[in-house]
């Protein structure tokens, strides 16, 4: 929010920001002189360049004209540009009284240049500023202004990244609308309200104070003052707009309802005034917007008439009112004859059919293909004609003209009105929707990146307002949509492009490829949309891609690429081939001109391909004058009136006529209504046109140089189709025939061997074709090796730029301030040790992807709340998650404020939630075709895709290592990588951890918003930055960062882009060869349009086109070579039509109207097929005679099985089940219908159908997606759902149709198309079953009526469905929803099967229809078993042995229920027993576990007191039998120093990890309760205007209270009760007696007592009392926070009391700084103990979990005191690693070693090692020596172990020996008692009376500790590390350095001794034995650094080894 406090000089200067570079001081001076007089204004400037730094300072002379300015001129674009302003504290700026600038004396005078001293400015530029100075002309009185300002100051064409972060609105309150009607002037008014900023929009929305009666009163009291002025009309009328678009019309009606009550003077004196300023709104409505506002008004002026009657006629009223109403009765009556002409413009056509009488303005081939702009500015419609359906064109042009026109408007009308509307708009409010374009906000164009089609640009845009998108599924941005940018709101700057490469993980963080698009007057060798741009001035077009501009980019849903080729081919089209058909309409139809009688006579086609070979076929062809009957051909006169009868060409009569028609007429229309075979009777005529290719591919005589070999072009609208029509032409076609597909991406195995990408990479792999083309792949091949050499130029950097989307960049990467980077050392080296300082981590945790915080739990927190406080909360329906996640945050035990909290948040933590689940169901959701996937692949042709130049397979492998290069942080790392390399700290994430980090990954990285310079350089410490800010500055540095990559010239990319077009060149080439070679070329209507140039050459004589009635006439006219002499259309008009973009020229200009249509509407001979093969007779009805008079049904369908389970095949189930809204409107859904049809699909299921037999279809897309979301997944493996649009020419067994549509509006949509109704209904072969609101369907379409009739009279519609049971045929179920399927749970109906079954017994299941031998009987089987019992094992199943339990006695004198087949030796006793454990305790055990158990099985209470005093909780094994007792568990509850309750347990008391609740009126403190604040530095805001505090907020302040009372009145009117310069009470002692008189302290009765209001708890006090009961101290002097004396609420926000507040903080704070300890030693600390990890990797083998759980507890950076408990688990791991390491030591030395000691010294570590981990927040003496007990009791096994070993070995062991062995094992291993003194003290002199009575067992070698004394003294050893041992464990000695230089043989064994070059053999090692030594006494590192002999003498003298 803006700060609005005044400066405290008189004279007051602004600094406005974000300044477009070439804004001038006149242009501000233009806009800021409005408001008031400007004394000068200053732009500053680099003093080097003269570049404008884009912000400035404007001086005003008054500071009411300052703030009007800072009011209502913030945000207001200039140049395109929304300026920012706020107020400047730069006072050298302003000029104050008795001032005089220096930039001259005379105000008039022209304004010299300033300077300013080197350095950093405000703004924060580094260097020299040059700030010139703008004065203000003369002003006189008034805002009229003498004189001319001028700017003579160079611009650069440069630009800085604008201000994106736009400050919250708040709605405007009632002081401001009193303020505005008391203070201000009405023009002034008009431009404050009428600033989008000023809060107007959300006060009538309804986001701010309540819109009551006083609200409303206010707010016509600031418009009647208002509507005094006449302007600014602008703001005028988004005024009045808000006040219609919120309905604040209906409000004010309703108030001035309520003024009947008013009889008094008084009352009915306000009551004029508000009756005068209601009529004063409506007037100023009518006149600004009378179409929008006439009802409203109407309705407003109706209730004033009442009401000024009922308050007995005030005259001055009634006079307003009759001006006013004459207004609208004008209103009314022209509005009336708009809708007359409307309503004669619908009924009549002759107005449109005139305009093709007129001549067109221009010549249509002179207007450009592409936009231009001029296109998208007018408003006007421009000159276009409608399709004549009904005659003749008056010729080629008039033709041509009319088709151009039309399809140029067609893709540029959805831009120009969404263009014209966001001018409206603007496109500042996100929300807004936009009918004809969607809009994309913040667009930059990030970098140019190189494919084999030239250079195109990958651009970014924000996606804050597309969180619901689906981009997998949406039809946003899909390949080829026409996209429009601008970044000055269309004004005079509009680049093109087209979507040229979509992927979907690229879109969800806003990033997308696309190819700006040029005009082109060449149009014929461009290749798809990412054609190479070139325009007719490529210079001066591609200059206008500034990658520093932020853009505004509008997408329509036009697929460019197609409008453009064929709007080209239209351009360049003079003659037309059929010209006679297809212009002039002519009936007189020709034969083909290649079959038209020539000298040789009559022209024979063979029929052989569909006729076959029979006798009788012979004669026949005797009979009709056949040549050569007998031969292997059968031939007929083709064009002579003899042809086989329908039965012998095996088509029926209609197929046959039509067969007829297309191979005799040159344009041959053939139609073909649902089922009928018209697809069948296409591929019959290619059988027969492709068996005689000699005919019509010969040359013809009239045209020289004609090729000999011209393919048959066919062309299909979808890929489906083409692929369909292909395959069938594949299953007859010669081996020799070639068939080339051009479409796209095929999926069709069958056909994708023909598709011209595989056939042209087979040729290239095969070396194929002739020396052409040959030497036209060596030339591509060249040509790509100089643009992979060029493309080094583009794509070097092109590549990390891309890496550079989808990673967090490493630091050193980026440039970013030396303070900041500063900033991120000294924080690393807080968390790391010195040397590994780790500014990647930082950065990461910085932005809040890596800290290691702990997962709260927040239902848990409840546990803390008083019950009767959470009683009460859960009794608002409030949940525990909610409760104790505001009980964490707010930290309070405060009803009030905890449910205050709650309602505040709710909203924001369930969108949360919802947002988490949507993201995990996304993740999880099976992947299936979409919408948008369909619609791509129809428009991407093979060479579409993106590729590029460099070699593909490297480039992905490539990408992944830069981008581990670059980044700190990658997707991979989330997805992937579970543990992190060895020189991290990190550990396993989890997956809710990486889904939380990867949701904001994406998110962030997908906004655009930067900071701009002056942002960045006033953040002093990022740290303090909240988290979205700290994300604006990161991008705000990888920003700076793309921009040095920014290099690639224009000359660069034109010269690649003139490669690229060269290399599409001659890829043309190839691929003419291999068109030009095909006996069939197949293409979709895309790839006619992309490929008409190729098309073109090949001199096609035949074009068939399947689909056609789906296709526009220019589609197909310019996929018509000039060479065309046949042409075949295959379609059915009736079915789908063509789809315009624009709906209007759809139906007011026939667009579409194909051309298939066209011609059948103006009789061209053609042919209906009408014998259906597909529906069953019922189905059929439903579409004849009301679509298909004479459809026929075959009589193949009349045998159609009979549905089962439903008793009738066609069925509407009726229902008035609204639907909802999806997308904005724009897509709809019925759940109802969704649950009911897929109850009916699963019981179809279970009457035995396959789901391939049953499709679902829908009528719209969001239906569609319903039914995804709802279906189980058993459905979703077979049944197909999909929308009607896309099912057309596809059928099935069974159809389920869901309607939708169900609505009060009486809306159906599309549902009233006839065409669609014919698609829907007619794809069932076996039943066809619809669900939707017949009531409203037939009464909004003549069609549905007569359709709801036929089901009437057939009965087959009702609200309810009837089922027939197909066991019991004569039981019926009626199902109206889906829950009444659950009456036939198994499909048949709700009694009992009761069928026999095989075995005897009858079927227990409810009917089912399904066969019995499936099932399995599970009654018991009850046959007699040898021992007599009965089988109790179900029916179905083989008898075993008997399991009926007897009583047996069993071994052990027990008796217990046994199977009777079990034997009594084999089974375990289950009775209890009394066991006695090692450990002292007894249990009861099962019999049969007796003697099995041990002590840790022993589950005695422990109950020893513990050093805390109190008892001990643990049990037998938790407490290792008393050896290591649990940590205490008795919860603390002390009430902390920060009023908090201890959550710790027993009394250890650390500090409190809570949220810090510590705030004043400027901040809050954030870091943890227990932590020590950080004191508050901004200035005291404690004043009034009797005193004024000069002192920081955190210290003392320098005043004393103010007792005066307030003299504000509160918004009811009534004074104020509290004191001069405190906050207002929000009670009024007038409005709120009751309140404000409650006692409490006594006194708050008294008339006139003031009171003070508590901001934290809002309880309001008498200041005397409250005064007194915070000066009070606590008792016994206690270090408490003061606290609210009615609620018990902390108090920590309170001017009045901000002294006592502030001294009990210090107070506080030294008891926190005392508890948290040094926080420097604590990081120190934390340094050595992560630097300790890293060392000791081998621990790590050992305790990998326990040392990742202490690095966790590190990482979250606990408290010092924590950190003891943290570090003392680490040393007691270390201890216990030790004993491990010389366990291992022990058992790699001594196989002898006895493997169950072990055992239990493993058992004992591990016990250990658990207790360790125990949480703990401090530790106690107790634990110390138990634990080192229980160390030095393991050190004793250790030795006892070797001891034992030893002894074992013995031959003779003396029997004391053998006493103390076992004295030793009973103590140290079977004593389950703590290890103390006297246990140590018998265990001690166990070991010496062993090793006195032998000596021998002290050691391997058999000689006494005094004995290894003497030998190592007799050697004279100067060190140790002299003794090694053999590979058998013999001990030798070295002398001298101890280094071995020879080998010999072990005296005891012959093994291999010594060593080489000091080198000790592999196999020896140093031996412990002798001396201890753990290394040899040689040592490399000593060798190198060499000590004499006698020094190491004389320190082992003295006591250094």
């Not at 002189?33 to 404007?58: E, F, K």
């Not at 160079?154 to 002081?175: A, C, F, L, S, T």
């Not at 197909?1116 to 046949?1126: D, G, L, N, Q, R």
């Not at 239990?1800 to 138990?1826: G, H, P, Y």
Request: charged share 30%; proline share 4%.
């Amino acid at each position: 929010m803006n700060n609005t406090t005044l400066p405290s000089y008189q004279i007051a200067s602004l600094h406005v920001s974000n300044l477009h570079y070439d804004v001038t001081e006149a242009m501000l001076y233009d806009k800021f002189s409005q408001v008031g007089p400007v004394l000068s204004i200053h732009v500053c400037r680099d003093m080097n360049t003269g570049r404008s730094l884009c912000y400035a300072y404007v001086n005003f002379k008054q500071s009411a004209d300052a703030k009007r300015a800072l009011d209502t001129m913030n945000l207001v674009p200039i140049k395109g540009r929304p300026i920012r302003i706020t107020w400047s504290k730069r006072e050298p700026h302003v000029r104050k009284p008795g001032f005089v600038h220096a930039e001259g004396r005379d105000p008039r005078a022209p304004a010299p240049r300033g300077r300013v001293p080197r350095g950093r400015g405000r703004g924060g530029t580094r260097g020299n500023l040059r700030r010139p100075a703008y004065r203000a002309p003369c002003v006189s009185r008034g805002r009229g202004r003498q004189g001319n300002g001028h700017d003579n100051f160079n611009n650069r064409n440069e630009e800085v990244q604008p201000h994106n972060r736009v400050d919250q609105i708040r709605p405007m309150g009632y002081k401001r609308l009193e303020d505005l009607e008391q203070n201000e002037s009405p023009q002034d008014i008009i431009i404050t309200l009428g600033n989008h900023r000023s809060g107007l929009e959300l006060l009538l929305k309804g986001d701010g104070e309540k819109l009551d009666d006083g609200m409303v009163q206010m707010l016509l009291k600031v418009f009647g003052k208002m509507l005094e002025a006449d302007g600014p009309a602008q703001s005028l009328s988004h005024i009045l707009r808000l006040i219609t678009k919120y309905d604040f019309g209906t409000r004010i009606t309703k108030f001035l309802y309520g003024l009947l009550i008013e009889q008094s003077d008084t009352g009915r004196e306000k009551a004029s005034v508000h009756l005068k300023n209601a009529l004063k709104v409506a007037k100023a409505l009518l006149a600004v917007m009378p179409s929008e506002s006439e009802k409203t008004v109407s309705m407003m002026m109706c209730i004033l008439k009442t009401v000024n009657n009922g308050l007995g006629g005030i005259l001055a009223v009634q006079a307003m009112y009759d001006d006013v109403n004459e207004i609208l009765a004008g209103v009314g009556e022209e509005l009336k004859k708009k809708r007359q002409k409307r309503k004669q413009r619908k009924t009549g056509l002759s107005a449109v059919e005139q305009l093709n009488e007129l001549e067109p303005p221009d010549d249509f081939r002179q207007i450009p293909v592409f936009p231009q702009l001029q296109d998208i500015q007018v408003d006007s419609q421009p000159f276009i004609r409608p399709n004549l359906i009904s005659g003749a064109y008056r010729g080629i042009d008039h033709y041509l003209d009319v088709q151009y026109r039309l399809l140029r408007e067609d893709y540029i009308k959805p831009l120009r009105d969404g263009i014209n509307e966001i001018r409206e708009f603007g496109d500042s409010d996100a929300k807004h929707r936009f009918e004809n374009v969607k809009v994309y906000r913040d667009v930059r164009v990030l970098f140019p990146k190189a494919d084999d089609k030239g250079v195109l640009h990958m651009i970014q845009f924000s996606t804050e307002n597309f969180g619901n998108i689906r981009w997998q599924n949406t039809k946003r941005l899909l390949f080829g949509n026409l996209l429009c940018f601008s970044s000055d709101m269309f004004q005079r700057e509009v680049l093109f492009a087209v979507v040229a490469d979509r992927k979907p993980e690229d879109l969800e963080v806003g990033n997308l490829t696309v190819a700006f698009v040029y005009d082109d007057e060449s149009d014929g060798d461009a290749e798809g949309a990412a054609a190479i741009p070139r325009g007719r001035r490529p210079a001066a077009a591609r200059s206008l891609i500034d990658m520093r501009k932020v853009y505004t980019m509008v997408e329509t849903d036009a697929y460019f690429e197609a409008y453009r080729h064929v709007l080209a081919g239209l351009r360049d089209t003079v003659s037309l081939p059929l010209e006679r058909y297809i212009v002039s309409c002519e009936t007189d139809m020709h034969a083909p001109a290649y079959l038209r009688p020539r000298t040789r006579g009559r022209v024979e086609y063979d029929f052989s391909s569909i006729t076959g070979q029979s006798n009788t076929l012979n004669k026949l062809f005797n009979k009709i004058h056949v040549i050569n009957v007998f031969s292997s051909e059968t031939k007929v006169d083709v064009l002579g009136h003899q042809w086989p009868s329908s039965d012998e060409l095996g088509l029926n009569q209609s197929q046959a006529e039509g067969l007829k028609l297309a191979l005799t007429h040159e344009l041959a229309i053939l139609q073909g209504p649902p089922g009928t075979g018209k697809t069948h009777v296409g591929l019959e005529i290619m059988k027969i046109l492709l068996k005689n290719r000699a005919i019509w591919s010969q040359p013809r005589a009239d045209v020289p140089n004609a090729p000999s070999s011209c393919p048959i072009l066919v062309v299909c609208y979808t890929n489906h189709a083409l692929d369909q029509f292909l395959e069938g032409i594949a299953k007859f076609s010669s081996k020799e025939s070639v068939i080339v597909r051009v479409g796209g991406r095929c999926k069709n195995e069958v056909t994708k061997q023909f598709s011209l990408y595989e056939i042209r990479q087979e040729r290239r792999k095969n070396q194929y074709g002739a020396h052409g083309t040959r030497a036209t792949r060596q030339a591509i091949r060249d040509l790509k090796d100089e643009m992979r050499s060029r493309q080094d130029d583009i794509s070097v950097n092109v590549n990390e730029l891309e890496a550079s989307l989808h990673i967090i960049q490493k630091l050193a990467n980026l440039n970013i301030p030396i303070q900041f980077r500063r900033q991120f050392h000294d924080a690393s080296a807080c968390t790391h040790a010195p040397g590994n300082i780790d500014l990647d981590h930082e950065l990461l945790s910085w932005l809040g992807l890596k800290a290691k915080t702990r997962e709260v739990v927040y239902h848990e927190e409840i546990g803390n709340l008083q019950p009767y406080t959470l009683m009460l909360l859960r009794s608002f329906q409030h949940t525990d998650e909610e409760i104790g996640r505001a009980f964490y945050e707010k930290g309070e035990d405060n009803l009030h404020i905890l449910h205050a909290h709650i309602l505040a948040h709710k909203e924001e933590w369930m969108k949360y939630n919802n947002e988490t689940r949507v993201e995990e169901l996304v993740e999880e959701e099976e992947d299936m075709k979409e919408e948008a996937d369909m619609v791509q692949q129809q428009r991407m042709l093979d060479s579409d895709e993106f590729r590029r130049i460099a070699p593909a397979k490297n480039t992905e492998d490539e990408m992944k290592q830069l981008m581990e290069k670059m980044g700190a942080m990658t997707f991979d790392d989330i997805h992937h990588k579970d543990v992190l390399q060895e020189n991290g700290d990190g550990w396993q994430q989890t997956s809710k951890d990486k889904k939380k980090s990867k949701r904001m990954l994406r998110k962030q990285l997908s906004k655009t918003s930067i900071m701009t310079d002056e942002e960045e350089h006033s953040v002093y410490n990022i740290y303090e930055l909240p988290i979205e800010e700290r994300w604006r500055l990161y991008r705000t540095w990888v920003n700076r960062w793309r921009e040095q990559f920014l290099v690639a010239s224009d000359s660069q990319i034109i010269e690649y882009n003139r490669l690229a077009a060269q290399l599409a060149q001659l890829r043309r080439l190839e691929d003419a060869e291999i068109l030009q070679g095909a006996d069939v070329v197949a293409v979709t209507t895309t790839g006619a349009a992309k490929y008409r140039d190729l098309i073109y050459k090949l001199k096609s004589k035949i074009v068939v086109v399947e689909e056609a009635a789906e296709v526009l006439e220019a589609h197909i006219v310019t996929a018509m070579p000039k060479s065309t002499e046949h042409l075949i259309l295959i379609g059915d008009h009736q079915q789908l039509k063509p789809s315009p973009t624009v709906y209007a020229l759809a139906k007011q200009f026939n667009m579409d109207t194909s051309l298939f249509e066209r011609l059948m509407k103006v009789h061209i001979p053609h042919v209906t097929l009408n014998i259906q093969h597909r529906m069953r007779p019922e189905i059929a009805d439903l579409i004849r005679p009301r679509i298909y008079k004479d459809l026929q049904d075959h009589e193949s369908v009349l045998y159609r099985d009979e549905i089962t389970g439903v008793a009738k095949p066609v069925f509407f189930i009726s229902h008035d089940v609204h639907e909802d809204n999806l997308r904005d409107g724009r897509t709809k859904q019925n759940l109802h219908e969704v649950d009911f049809l897929i109850a009916l699909c699963d019981y179809l299921l279970k009457q035995g159908y396959e789901p391939e037999q049953i499709t679902i279809l829908v009528m719209y897309t969001g239906q569609l997606f319903a039914f995804r979301n709802a279906m189980p997944q058993k459905l979703r493996r077979g049944v197909r759902v999909t929308a009607v649009d896309n099912f057309q020419g596809e059928e099935n067994d069974i159809i389920l149709l869901s309607l939708v549509r169900s609505n009060d509006k009486a809306s159906i949509g599309f549902l009233a198309t006839e065409n669609r109704i014919c698609v829907a209904l007619s794809r069932a072969r076996l039943a066809l079953y619809c669900i939707g609101n017949m009531d409203l369907l037939s009464t909004k379409s003549s069609m549905w009526h007569q359709i709801l009739g036929h089901l009437e009279n057939a009965d087959s519609v009702g609200e309810s469905l009837t089922l027939q049971c197909k066991n019991h045929p004569d039981r019926l179920t009626p199902v109206k929803t889906a829950l009444d399927f659950k009456n036939v749970p198994e499909g048949g109906c709700g009694q009992q099967c009761q069928m026999r079954l095989e075995c005897g017994h009858v079927c227990r299941r409810l009917c089912h229809p399904d066969d019995h031998s499936k099932n399995k009987c599970t009654k018991p089987c009850e046959k007699l078993l040898e021992c007599g019992h009965r089988c109790s094992r179900p029916c179905y199943a083989a008898c075993t042995a008997c399991v009926k339990m007897v009583t047996k006695l069993l071994r052990c004198g027990h008796e217990q229920k046994v199977r009777c087949s079990e034997s009594p030796v084999d089974v375990s006793c289950q009775a209890k027993v009394e066991e006695h454990l090692p450990c002292g305790h007894s249990i009861k055990v099962e019999c049969a576990k007796s003697g099995k158990v041990d002590q840790t099985n022993c589950t005695e209470k422990c109950n020893s007191f513990l050093e805390c005093d109190h008892a001990c909780k643990g049990n037998c094994v938790k407490c290792y039998q008393g050896r290591l007792h649990m940590p205490c568990a008795k919860s603390c509850g002390r009430t902390l120093i920060c009023g908090h309750k201890c959550t710790s347990k027993c009394s250890s008391c650390p500090p409190c990890e809570r949220k810090c609740q510590t705030q004043c009126v400027h901040s809050k403190c954030a870091n943890k309760c227990g932590q020590p604040c950080t004191p508050c530095k901004e200035k005291c805001s404690w004043q009034c205007k009797h005193r004024e505090c000069t002192m920081l907020c955190s210290e003392p302040c320098n005043r004393e209270p103010c007792n005066e009372p307030c003299e504000k009145n509160l918004k009811c009117g009534h004074p104020c009760i509290g004191l001069c310069g405190e906050p207002c009470p929000n009670l009024c002692r007038i409005c709120d007696e009751e309140k404000v008189t409650e006692i409490f302290f006594g006194d708050e009765e008294e008339p006139d007592a003031r009171f003070v209001q508590l901001m934290d708890c809002k309880h309001v006090f008498t200041y005397e009392n409250l005064d007194q009961w915070m000066n009070q101290k606590e008792d016994g002097n206690a270090i408490k926070m003061k606290e609210c004396p009615r609620c018990k609420t902390t108090v920590w926000k309170s001017t009045r009391y901000g002294n006592i507040i502030n001294k009990l903080l210090d107070s506080v704070n030294k008891v926190k700084e005392k508890q948290w300890g040094d926080a420097m030693l604590a990081n120190e600390s934390r340094g050595q103990l992560r630097d300790e990890f890293r060392k000791d990797q081998i621990m790590k083998k050992y305790h990998a979990l326990e040392l990742k759980g202490i690095l966790e507890k590190l990482e979250a950076r606990p408290s010092p005191g924590k950190l003891v408990a943290i570090e003392k688990a680490f040393r007691r791991l270390q201890s216990l690693y030790n004993l491990e390491q010389a366990r291992d030591k022990l058992k790699a030395g001594d196989e002898t070693i006895p493997r169950k000691y072990l055992s239990a010294f493993d058992n004992d570590i591990k016990m250990m090692t658990k207790w360790v981990m125990l949480e703990r927040s401090q530790t106690s003496e107790q634990e110390d020596e138990n634990f080192q007990n229980e160390i030095s009791r393991l050190k004793h096994v250790l030795e006892y172990i070797k001891l034992f070993a030893r002894w074992t070995q013995q031959s003779d062991p003396d029997l004391e020996v053998t006493g103390h062995i076992q004295i030793l094992r009973q103590k140290l291993l079977e004593t389950f008692r703590p290890y103390n003194a006297a246990i140590k003290a018998t265990v001690a002199k166990s070991f010496k009376r062993i090793y006195e009575k032998a000596p021998g067992l002290m050691s391997t070698l058999g000689i006494s500790e005094a004995e290894k004394k003497m030998i190592c003294n007799a050697m004279g050893f100067a060190a140790k590390g002299h003794w090694f041992e053999c590979p058998k464990g013999h001990v030798y000695a070295i002398g001298d350095c101890g280094g071995a230089t020879t080998t010999a043989k072990c005296p005891e064994c012959g093994s291999r001794i010594g060593g080489e070059r000091h080198q000790l053999d592999p196999y020896n090692r140093v031996s412990e034995v002798m001396d201890g030594a753990r290394r040899s006494a040689y040592d490399e590192d000593m060798d190198r650094n060499h000590i004499p002999q006698e020094m190491l003498r004389d320190l082992h003298q003295e006591g250094f080894f």
